[in-house]
């Protein structure tokens, strides 16, 4: 990044209340007061030591560098601050020396595809700026002329990627594709970039998340079998306890819907399953006690199912297995409630499901097996998927599958070792249950004679 030269260089002090901060830095860096926390002791004990860079400005004097060292400032009720003046010959040459007076910060991934946009809206003026000066016989403003629609590509990728320090030009085609989307409001890339912000994941992997979202909208190879070991995969959905893995979605939007359908989620968490059902083309309402998306809606399950739901080809839940992730999920959810209550769920939610569901179509429940934690006195463990189908049963669905979706085994080395030590198995049984609403008639006959096999009467003591 090129330095501009002022026009004018002179040093005073200047009043605080007179000083205003560059818009243009605001734009890119954010409020300084939330990043002037560790500086403002430095700046109680020994004041300003190395002045603000200011430039004359309309009603005062405009910051271009030294915002944190002004907020400081202000915080510790500072009159007057040491200032250089320093005027610029055009807008873009003091938005060019904000940009260079920032090259050592240390910036989040946010701050420097900000620079980014910025370096290129300018490299693009420049260089429409350098073809009009060639072109004199063209009478109208650059802006209009045939070429003047610069692309971002070859050259300037290099030069902008050097420019913020992000490497090679290929980094930064991946960062500029993530930051694309984002910007587009996509929920999933707005989660990458929060985390590439944090620090907690790298610009390549938020790109091999971009990419892999259409892996399900063209050339999906279903497996044909009952056991579905699918792995989570975090180009669908936003981070959240209890992920379901998003080819188990795929598989059963392949199996029980078609094109169009509507599908419902009403635990919807991060939102795997409505991004699944766009990438599928299905169209998809998602619910959530506590939503984390604007696309999911607030709602509470456990009140029944909203009348825009009604005959939905598909029910997709995978509720909190009982107590077994009660400290990741919120004390007014179903993770913490006595096992009573949560078969008491299970009934309720049978029943609703049944009355939204199209004739013939479909409810799937993943469950999974409770063991070691919060079991009644004498018990090894507690079969949730035995309870979800009779639940289902009992309410007059007909059972359609009962599919192994063993967990993806997330267990810690140690708790492999500790868990042999002490003659323990580690849970990995889960099984989806895929129900079917009876379409009428014998099928109907059929589901009231199948609601009599089972009883969810808890044993005594449970």
Request: net charge neutral.
């Amino acid at each position: 990044m090129p330095s501009t030269p002022p026009d004018l260089h002179t040093s005073r002090s200047l009043p605080t209340a007179a000083l205003y901060p560059s818009p243009f830095s605001l734009s890119l860096y954010g409020d300084p007061e939330s990043e002037a926390s560790d500086l403002i002791e430095s700046v109680r004990a020994q004041g300003v030591l190395v002045p603000l860079v200011v430039t004359p400005h309309a009603e005062g004097w405009e910051v271009i560098s030294g915002h944190r060292r002004l907020a400081c400032a202000r915080a510790l009720g500072l009159g007057e601050v040491p200032c250089e003046v320093r005027e610029f010959g055009s807008p873009a040459a003091k938005k060019l020396a904000i940009l260079e007076y920032n090259r050592q910060r240390r910036k989040t991934f946010s701050q420097l595809m900000r620079e980014a946009d910025a370096l290129e809206e300018l490299q693009v003026f420049e260089g429409q700026r350098r073809r009009f000066a060639n072109l004199r016989q063209f009478q109208g403003p650059p802006t209009e002329r045939p070429d003047s629609d610069a692309r971002t590509g070859g050259r300037t990728d290099a030069v902008v990627a050097r420019a913020i320090g992000l490497g090679g030009k290929d980094l930064y085609r991946q960062a500029r594709a993530v930051w694309r989307v984002a910007r587009e409001g996509d929920a999933r890339a707005l989660s990458g970039v929060a985390q590439l912000d944090a620090g907690t994941k790298s610009i390549h992997a938020a790109y091999k998340d971009l990419r892999r979202r259409d892996r399900f909208s063209a050339g999906f190879r279903p497996t044909p079998y009952d056991v579905w070991p699918f792995r989570h995969d975090r180009a669908f959905g936003v981070p959240h306890p209890g992920a379901i893995p998003p080819a188990i979605i795929a598989h059963l939007l392949h199996y029980y819907t078609s094109p169009g359908d509507l599908v419902v989620d009403p635990m919807a968490g991060g939102g795997t399953t409505l991004d699944v059902c766009t990438s599928m083309g299905r169209r998809c309402l998602a619910y959530d006690i506590h939503p984390v998306r604007p696309e999911i809606n607030h709602a509470d399950v456990n009140s029944g199912f909203t009348q825009e739901t009604n005959g939905c080809a598909l029910i997709v839940a995978d509720p909190p297995y009982h107590t077994m992730l009660a400290r990741r999920y919120g004390s007014d959810g179903l993770a913490t409630v006595p096992l009573a209550d949560w078969l008491g769920f299970l009934r309720r939610f049978a029943r609703d499901a049944l009355a939204v569901l199209r004739p013939g179509g479909h409810v799937a429940l993943l469950l999974a097996n409770q063991t070691e934690k919060d079991l009644p006195a004498g018990y090894g463990y507690l079969d949730h998927a035995f309870y979800g189908y009779s639940a289902l049963i009992a309410a007059g669905f007909l059972p359609e599958r009962r599919i192994s979706c063993p967990m993806d085994g997330a267990y810690l080395p140690q708790q492999v070792r500790r868990a042999r030590a002490e003659g323990r198995m580690l849970g990995q049984v889960r099984d989806l249950l895929v129900m079917r609403k009876p379409n009428g008639g014998n099928d109907l006959v059929q589901g009231l004679a199948a609601s009599e096999l089972v009883d969810l009467t808890p044993h005594e003591g449970v």
